[in-house]
């Protein structure tokens, strides 16, 4: 280990942090800076990470949790859809900006997940007044979405990681508290593959130092059908192979390769058992006689002997398809003489809107419901441009421009949009607050409507962050989750107060919004409101805290 990891991280970190939120304090940035790139292969975002921080008074030694299902957040997944043998991850951060290891921060660490990552709720229930809401709200989720799937004998790996920038390697002393960690977990989920580690400067570094994009080669059989145009391929691909090409290294599923498609895999439905049947039976037809296959678009193709190599690939038609094949490699073995071949189209485009068109394109033999259309419709293709146009780079794409290197305060998640719309426009800030991974699942139309006017995303993103900007002000001493906890709350008010008390399109579009000095005395009494209703997670995300806040007498 040398002294030099700890300084280049340094570095990077604080150029980091100078572009992204420079106003924020070390130890709160390094909170989502360790996640961000150790959460790199999965579909999240920076908006997800800031989602998942937990920190604060009561925390149990743990800053931040993300559970994940196929590589998504679990708020984003129905359990019921869930395929079998779903990849389920659970991860937790300890993530100090310090120099060195703290033993008491591991002890902590090892009761906390003794107390809420148990399945007997009685148990579970009568711990779990010891930590902050949030912490027992992400723990919760997990065991409640581990208890729906784990009839379909979900594939299970924990890793808690505890990270610092310390020079030097965790001594024998930590190794050894990393292990009674690990040996609890163990006798919680005995099935699990699980992780304990202790991340020093140098095992950040490397994964600061992740090249963002995924380069994967997919072996394809005789020679492709190529177009200089793009280029442009079409080829033929042996089951194992393609099997090969959407698996990470580990043999789990490289669910971020499907972010681009319409459709959530559908499950034991028919048409996936007819695949499944192809798949087990094999007849004397080949599969790719009988399947449509499957289209990918990436930004770059190249030929490499028999090897087509692919930069970003994003399978936009064909999950239904790429699912069960992966689900019948990963349980039968794979056998030489099962030549057997898949169809396979390869596009390169790196611009958004053609990107969309070939999306839309592909999906067009079956019906697709609106909201499955995701953000590849010309509502979402108008309003990347018009953001870009002020200054905003709207990410279609988790993590698209942030991998182009734009800075985070640029940068607008479909996570900010839908917070800010049902607050400003729907009128529930405590919706916000407390499910801000679901509101696209229950409240799609008030976020992303055609008969909005641009401006209003533009004045509502805008209006978060300068409430945002104005707590951090006014509030100075306040922590980073009290700061969160009345942030939607006095947007809320707001425009309660500019709109007459109309929460709808057109009166927030037309309202003057209330003046600097008014913004600050709401900023005071949402405040005093939670502080005198208890000031926890419960109390930000309760409908009773939001009803006070909105009727409440502020001076």
Known sequence: MSVNDREVLVQLFSESKASDAPNQSDSDFFETYVPFHYL?????????????????????????????????????????????????????????????????ALDTIRATVADLLTLDNSQFDSKAHIYNDDVVAALDEFRSFYRSVVAKFPSLSIKVVYATKSAQPASAVVTSKLDTIKDQLSSLYSAAK???????????????????????????????????????????????????????????????????NVRDYEGDVAVNNEIAGTLTNAGTADFWWLNNGVSIICDQ???????????????????????????????????????????????????????????????????????????????????????????????????????????????????????????????????????????????????????YSLGIYLKAIRLVRAVEDLIAQVLPAAGRRDRNNIKFQTVGRIVYESTGGNFAEKPFENATLVDAPRREAIVKGIFDIYTSMGATDAVAKSEDFWMRARDQAIP
């Open 194 to 260: 699980i992780e304990v580690i202790a991340a020093d400067a140098k095992a950040v570094l490397d994964k600061v130092s992740q090249a963002a994009d995924h380069v994967r080669g997919l072996e394809i059989s005789g020679n492709p059908i190529s177009q200089q145009k793009g280029p442009s391929y079409v080829a033929l691909a042996k089951l194992a192979a393609y099997a090969a090409f959407i698996s990470k290294a580990d043999g789990t599923l490289e669910a971020q390769f499907f972010d681009d």
């Open 40 to 104: 790199k292969g999965h579909e999240v975002d920076s908006s997800d990470i800031e989602t998942g921080v937990v920190d604060g008074s009561g925390d149990g030694g743990i800053d931040s949790v993300y559970a994940l299902a196929d590589g998504k957040l679990i708020a984003e997944v129905d359990p019921a859809l869930a395929r079998k043998n779903v990849d389920l991850e659970l991860w937790i951060f300890s993530t100090k900006y310090t120099d060195g290891f703290k033993l008491n």
């Open 301 to 451: 193709a190249t030929l490499s002997g028999s090897t087509l190599q692919i930069v970003n690939p994003k399978i936009v038609n064909g999950l239904q398809t790429s699912r069960k094949i992966f689900e019948h490699f990963s349980k039968t073995a794979q056998s030489a003489a099962d030549d057997r071949l898949v169809l396979v189209r390869v596009v390169s485009a790196t611009d958004e809107d053609l990107r969309a068109d070939i999306i839309a394109a592909t999906n067009r033999q079956t019906p697709i419901q609106p909201g499955q259309l995701k953000t590849t419709s010309a509502l979402h293709k108008s309003l990347e441009t018009y953001l870009r146009g002020n200054g905003l780079f709207y990410e279609r794409r988790k993590n698209y421009w942030k991998n182009q290197g734009k800075n985070r305060t640029d940068i607008v998640t479909v996570t900010e949009i839908a917070q800010a719309m049902v607050t400003v426009i729907g009128g529930r800030p405590h919706t916000a607050r407390a499910r801000p991974g679901g509101i696209m699942k229950s409240d799609p139309e008030i976020v992303f409507n055609d008969q």
